[in-house]
C-alpha cells in the first residue's frame, strides 16, 4: 500500500522536492539549483531543459534520502514560481527559455499603455485584484507577439512554470485556478478572463492557453519516459497543483477563513485567508485565488531575507562564510536597544521597487538617521527591525487579523526575529513544524485528488501542527511604538521625495 505524497516547489532558483506521510509529516527532502538568466537588461529566464533536470533531480533525490521505493508514492503534486511565460510544442518540448516573474520585458510597453489609458491598471485591478506586475503572463505573451511572433505561433501551449513541469511528467496540457486568476484573470470567478485578454489583444490565441481546472482534480499519472527520469512508478497519479503562494498557504496549515499568515523569505508577503475576494484597498496589493474556494489578500514587500543576506555580505562581509555567524548576529543586535539608537533601515532592497504600502517601481533601500555614533551593530539591528517594521506597515492595509499570526520561510527560523515580529505587532507568532511548506502543499493537493482527504481545507487545517509559538511581551509596546513612528517618518519623507 502506498503510504506517501510527493510534493514538488520549483521556485525560480531552487527547485525541491519532499516526501511527506498521511498527517503531512514532512519524511525527506531533497534541493536542487536551477541557475537564472539574464542575457538583456530587465529580462531573467530559465533554461527549461535545466528547470526538468533539477526537477527530476530532486525527486530521485528524495526518494533516496527517504529509503522509500516508487510504490510507496501514492501521488504527486507540483507547485511553482507563478506565472511568467513557457512557450511549448506540441508534445511539451520547449520553444524558447523559460520567463520568469521577475522578468521587466514589459514594462515600457504597459507604461505606454497606461498613458495611453489613465485607467488602464485600474481596469486589471477591478478584475484580478492585483496591482499589475510586468512578469505576469499576458503582458508578457503580449510583448512575444511582438517581438517573437514566430515563436507565438509555434506555440502549442502557453504554460506556466508548474504546468511546463506537469506535462514532462504525465504529457498533458492543463492549468489551475490559480494561475489564471492573477495571468491577469477574474479573481470572482476563479479563472480567466475575456475581458483581460481582450485587454492585452489575444484573444484569439486564447486556445494556446490550457484548460483551467481545479487545484485539487487530478491530472493524468506519470508516464514511462518521465517514469525512468524521476524513480517514480509509471502511472502514479499527479494533481493539478497550484502557483508558489497558494501552495504555500495551504501547506502551513492556512487555508482557514480569517486566518492570517506571513512568508518571510525571499520576498516578504503578509496576508489573510478569506471566504471571499478582498479588493479593498484599491489598486494595492495582491489578490490570490487559493484552492478550496477560497482567497488571500496579500501585501508584498519585495525584499525579505534578501534584505538580510544582503546585510550581512555588505556590513559583515568576513563572517559571512562562517557557520556560526547567525548566533553571532543574535548576539550583536540583542545588545542594540529597539530602535537601533535612533538608525531606520528601508527595506525596499529590488530593482523593482514596490507595490506596497504604495506602488512605487523607483523605491530603493536605505539607512536613515546615522551618526559617527552609530556602528555595524545599530546597522544590523536597523536591518532586522526595518523587515519587521515593514510587515507591521503592511498589515495596516489588511483586514484585522486579531491576536495571531502563521510565520513561515527562512526568517521564522530565527527565535530573535520572530519574538521581534510578536513584539512589534503585538500578537502571538505560531510557527508551523516544517520546512518546505510550497511541497507540502502540493503534496496535500494530491491527497485530496485521490480522497485521502475530504476537501483540500480538511488537508490543511487537519494537518496543522505548530513546532513554537513565542508571544509579544507587553513591556516592549511603546519602545516598538516608537519605532514604527520613526520608520513612517523616514518612510514618508523617502515617498515624498519621489
Not at 83 to 111: T, Y
Not at 457 to 476: F, G, L, M, V
Request: contains cysteine; proline residues 5%.
Amino acid at each position: 500500500m502506498s503510504r506517501f505524497l510527493l510534493g514538488i516547489d520549483a521556485g525560480s532558483s531552487m527547485t525541491k522536492a519532499a516526501v511527506f506521510d498521511r498527517d503531512g509529516a514532512e519524511i525527506a527532502s531533497s534541493t536542487h539549483r536551477v541557475v537564472l538568466h539574464r542575457p538583456r537588461p530587465g529580462w531573467c529566464e530559465t533554461d527549461p531543459v535545466a528547470a526538468w533536470e533539477a526537477a527530476r533531480a530532486a525527486i530521485k533525490g528524495t526518494l533516496d534520502k527517504a529509503g522509500i521505493g516508487s510504490d510507496d508514492i501514492a501521488a504527486v503534486g507540483i507547485s511553482a514560481a507563478m506565472v511568467g511565460a513557457w512557450l511549448v510544442d506540441a508534445s511539451g518540448e520547449a520553444l524558447r527559455p523559460g520567463i520568469i516573474w521577475e522578468d521587466s520585458r514589459a514594462q515600457e510597453m504597459l507604461d505606454r499603455r497606461a498613458a495611453e489609458d489613465p485607467d488602464f491598471y485600474h481596469r486589471i485591478f477591478q478584475e484580478d485584484g492585483c496591482v499589475m506586475q510586468q512578469g505576469c503572463t499576458l503582458p508578457l505573451v503580449a510583448w512575444l507577439r511582438r517581438h517573437e511572433p514566430e515563436i507565438v505561433d509555434r506555440a502549442a501551449h502557453i504554460f506556466s512554470y508548474k504546468d511546463f513541469l506537469r506535462m514532462k511528467l504525465t504529457g498533458q496540457a492543463a492549468a489551475d485556478r490559480t494561475e489564471a486568476a492573477v495571468a491577469p484573470g477574474d479573481a470572482r470567478r476563479s479563472g480567466r478572463s475575456d475581458a483581460m485578454l481582450d485587454l492585452f489583444g489575444l484573444a484569439d490565441i486564447a486556445h494556446k492557453l490550457p484548460p483551467v481546472r481545479d487545484s485539487e482534480s487530478l491530472a493524468g499519472t506519470v508516464t514511462a519516459e518521465a517514469a525512468a527520469a524521476t524513480g517514480l512508478k509509471e502511472g502514479t497519479p499527479v494533481a493539478i497543483g497550484a502557483g508558489d503562494v497558494p501552495s504555500t498557504v495551504t501547506g502551513a496549515s492556512a487555508l482557514e477563513d480569517g486566518m492570517a499568515l506571513a512568508v518571510l523569505g525571499t520576498t516578504c508577503i503578509v496576508g489573510v485567508v478569506s471566504d471571499t475576494p478582498v479588493f479593498t484597498p484599491p489598486d494595492l496589493g495582491l489578490l490570490f485565488t487559493l484552492p478550496g474556494e477560497a482567497w488571500f489578500r496579500a501585501m508584498v514587500n519585495v525584499a525579505g531575507t534578501l534584505n538580510l543576506d544582503w546585510a550581512i555580505e555588505t556590513i559583515m562581509a568576513e563572517a559571512a562564510r562562517d557557520p556560526g555567524v547567525f548566533a553571532k548576529l543574535d548576539a550583536m543586535v540583542s545588545a542594540v536597544p529597539v530602535g537601533s539608537d535612533g538608525v531606520v533601515f528601508l527595506p525596499y532592497l529590488s530593482d523593482s521597487g514596490i507595490i506596497a504600502p504604495i506602488v512605487d517601481a523607483q523605491a530603493r533601500a536605505g539607512f536613515h538617521g546615522l551618526t559617527p555614533r552609530h556602528g555595524r551593530a545599530h546597522m544590523m539591528r536597523a536591518v532586522y527591525e526595518g523587515v519587521v517594521l515593514a510587515i507591521r506597515d503592511l498589515l495596516a492595509d489588511l483586514p484585522d487579523i486579531g491576536d495571531t499570526l502563521l510565520l513561515t520561510g527562512g526568517g521564522a527560523k530565527s527565535h530573535m526575529w520572530t519574538q521581534m515580529i510578536a513584539d512589534a505587532l503585538g500578537k502571538t507568532v505560531h510557527v508551523p513544524a516544517g520546512t518546505e511548506f510550497g511541497a507540502r502543499g502540493a503534496a496535500l493537493l494530491a491527497g485530496t485528488a485521490i480522497g485521502w482527504f475530504p476537501s483540500i481545507r480538511e488537508a490543511s487545517i487537519s494537518t496543522r501542527r505548530i513546532e513554537r509559538s513565542q508571544n509579544p511581551a507587553p513591556s516592549a509596546k511603546p519602545a516598538w511604538d516608537a519605532a514604527f513612528a520613526n520608520y513612517r517618518k523616514y518612510r514618508d519623507k523617502a515617498i515624498a521625495a519621489r
